[in-house]
């Protein structure tokens, strides 16, 4: 979906990457970077020997006539030297569908997200280890945020956990992008006068900044790898396959996936993608504007943000509207199509599912019983494939637990195979089974001190954990090592083996030899329970099932 890709959204790579090595220290000795368009100066944080650059513009505001448009280089503003010590406000929120139906069949009135949302909201964060800048670069890690592609963004996260839990290392990036219908609004009116996918667009545009600046906070740009989860997975995903999987240049050698999110992903010009389009149109008056995008342009972003807030409300329960689109030129096609034909960017890859995926997605207390309309219902074009996906699972629990496998598998954890099954020669595969394992569950394992005061309600159960803390329930210090240094020794060496810290993980061979998971779990009696095992074959039945209906479910 996405975009006309502009020479403008490159201009940031006709800059070389040869930078001095020395840098002017402000007063309280943190180093001032000048990055061209602007100076920052860090502040150092002595309790966790990290260096925080909170805030940084990589892109200028997406307003205005740019709104829908690809992110375009910030105006000059380096006469005066800006203190980086604030987190970024996030772009515009919006909560998950809730509704019982199809979400193209009833689109309802709901509450806006809270929170202090802005449309200009394209910046990053970055950090690195002490107070002064690491004369060796180090491997750099870009951290993007999930949320469905329509919740989330960088001040949720405590960037000093990756750094402590990697040693110090590594350097690290947060960064965000537009979300819902202003980072993922799609149709023709959008491919005719904009550029679709400008959510995944900004993601690109910062791996950029990152290849054009970092080395100038002290990071390796040839050694970057990209996290994320959920919707951070599913953009890590992205990259991955984006233009034909033969980005030019590389922006990352490793990708680390936690919770792999595929929803449907259509032709920008589908009827699902125009319908959503139309929506926003009836909804912000633009319907009799003889151009319904300039219209939507000039209308108030608060009120675009509270339409945005309302369409995604009315979706189908567990689902999110506004997601990526099959544009033809960054995401050229289906996902599936492209990791089947080998060419994908990037060189090794670390993905981690949840047990559970599937259970926060599905209405618990009125379910959908019928497993067939279930699954038609999920994917609107599925056909007479429904009742085909209802007998493969009719042995698996009550209709309810069906219903959490069909979301859970097709969505999450069967996109996770056909990733790996792209990298076998350098893709490891693990498995977060902790109960209750459900989606998000693991983030607090790695984020330790995840902000969760910054989240809804709803996020809450997104993540499975309790609203009043943010750290692992199962606070046992030989799992959280043996899980963390997964993780961040692959950032450091691409191979999860070459540990960073001495764990109790045994040897963890490639996913392609013999389908081979590394389990983290615990004993009955509260033990760490960290071991090699196999993928269920009938699970890799259930996904090439899945994989051979890409056309109809959209991915």
């Keep these: 979906m996405m975009l006309k890709l502009r020479l403008t959204s490159f201009l940031l790579l006709s800059v070389p990457?040869?930078?001095?090595?020395?840098?002017?220290?402000?007063?309280?000795?943190?180093?001032?970077?000048?990055?061209?368009?602007?100076?920052?100066?860090?502040?150092?944080?002595?309790?966790?020997?990290?260096?925080?650059?909170?805030?940084?513009?990589?892109?200028?505001?997406p307003t205005g006539d740019l709104r829908w448009r690809a992110p375009q280089t910030p105006a000059d503003n380096s006469s005066v030297v800006q203190l980086a010590n604030t987190q970024p406000l996030p772009c515009f929120q919006a909560p998950t569908g809730e509704a019982s139906t199809n979400p193209l069949e009833t689109l309802s009135k709901r509450a806006s997200a809270p929170g202090s949302p802005t449309e200009d909201c394209l910046f990053l964060n970055v950090y690195f280890p002490g107070d002064i800048i690491p004369v060796e670069p180090l491997p750099t890690l870009v951290w993007i945020h999930g949320g469905g592609y329509i919740m989330g963004g960088a001040d949720?996260?405590?960037?000093?956990?990756?750094?402590?839990?990697?040693?110090?290392?590594?350097?690290?990036?947060?960064?965000?992008?537009?979300?819902?219908?202003?980072?993922?609004?799609?149709?023709?009116?959008?491919?005719?006068?904009?550029d679709l996918n400008a959510g995944l667009l900004d993601q690109d545009f910062a791996l950029r900044w990152v290849q054009s600046h970092i080395l100038q906070f002290g990071g390796d740009p040839s050694k970057v790898t990209i996290w994320g989860e959920s919707a951070g997975a599913g953009s890590v995903l992205q990259h991955i396959v984006a233009q034909d999987g033969r980005t030019s240049p590389q922006l990352f050698r490793g990708a680390i996936t936690s919770s792999t999110f595929l929803p449907s992903q259509y032709m920008f010009n589908d009827y699902v993608p125009e319908l959503l389009y139309s929506e926003v149109v009836s909804q912000a008056q633009c319907t009799t504007a003889n151009d319904s995008l300039a219209c939507l342009r000039t209308v108030d972003a608060a009120t675009l943000g509270t339409i945005n807030s309302d369409i995604n409300a009315g979706g189908f329960f567990g689902t999110f509207l506004f997601v990526p689109v099959v544009d033809g030129t960054f995401i050229t096609k289906?996902?599936?199509?492209?990791?089947?034909?080998?060419?994908?960017?990037?060189?090794?890859?670390?993905?981690?599912?949840?047990?559970?995926?599937?259970?926060?997605?599905v209405n618990q207390t009125a379910p959908?019983?019928?497993?067939?309309?279930?699954?038609?219902?999920?994917?609107?074009?599925?056909?007479?494939?429904?009742?085909?996906?209802?007998?493969?699972?009719?042995?698996?629990?009550?209709?309810?637990?069906?219903?959490?496998?069909?979301?859970?598998?097709?969505?999450?954890?069967?996109?996770?195979?056909?990733?790996?099954?792209?990298?076998?020669d350098s893709g490891w595969k693990g498995e977060f089974a902790v109960p209750p394992a459900t989606h998000g569950a693991d983030v607090v394992y790695y984020f330790t001190r995840y902000n969760l005061a910054s989240q809804s309600p709803r996020t809450y159960v997104l993540l499975s954990v309790p609203s009043s803390q943010g750290t692992p329930e199962f606070n046992n210090t030989d799992f959280l090592t043996a899980f963390q240094t997964a993780f961040m020794s692959f950032v450091i060496s691409q191979d999860p083996n070459d540990k960073l810290n001495p764990t109790i993980t045994p040897s963890w061979n490639l996913y392609s030899q013999g389908n081979t998971e590394m389990i983290f779990?615990?004993?009955?009696?509260?033990?760490?329970?960290?071991?090699?095992?196999?993928?269920?074959?009938?699970?890799?039945?259930r996904c090439n099932f899945w994989n051979t209906v890409g056309a109809l479910t959209g991915q």
Aim: glycine residues 8%.
């Design 368 to 424: 959908i019983t019928n497993v067939s309309l279930y699954a038609s219902t999920l994917f609107p074009k599925f056909g007479s494939q429904a009742e085909v996906a209802a007998q493969l699972y009719a042995n698996l629990g009550t209709p309810l637990q069906q219903d959490d496998l069909v979301m859970g598998e097709s969505i999450f954890i069967c996109p996770t195979y056909y990733l790996l099954n792209s990298f076998p």
């Design 334 to 361: 289906r996902p599936t199509e492209v990791l089947k034909q080998g060419t994908v960017n990037g060189n090794a890859l670390l993905s981690i599912t949840n047990a559970n995926e599937g259970t926060v997605f």
């Design 521 to 541: 779990n615990k004993t009955i009696d509260g033990q760490p329970d960290v071991d090699v095992d196999s993928t269920d074959n009938d699970l890799l039945q």
């Design 17 to 61: 990457v040869t930078f001095a090595r020395v840098h002017p220290r402000a007063s309280n000795g943190v180093p001032v970077i000048d990055l061209g368009y602007a100076k920052y100066q860090g502040v150092f944080d002595s309790a966790n020997n990290v260096t925080n650059y909170l805030g940084i513009r990589y892109a200028a505001p």
């Design 156 to 194: 949720t996260f405590t960037g000093s956990d990756l750094m402590r839990e990697a040693n110090n290392e590594i350097l690290l990036v947060i960064i965000q992008y537009r979300l819902g219908l202003f980072g993922f609004l799609a149709g023709s009116e959008v491919k005719e006068d904009g």
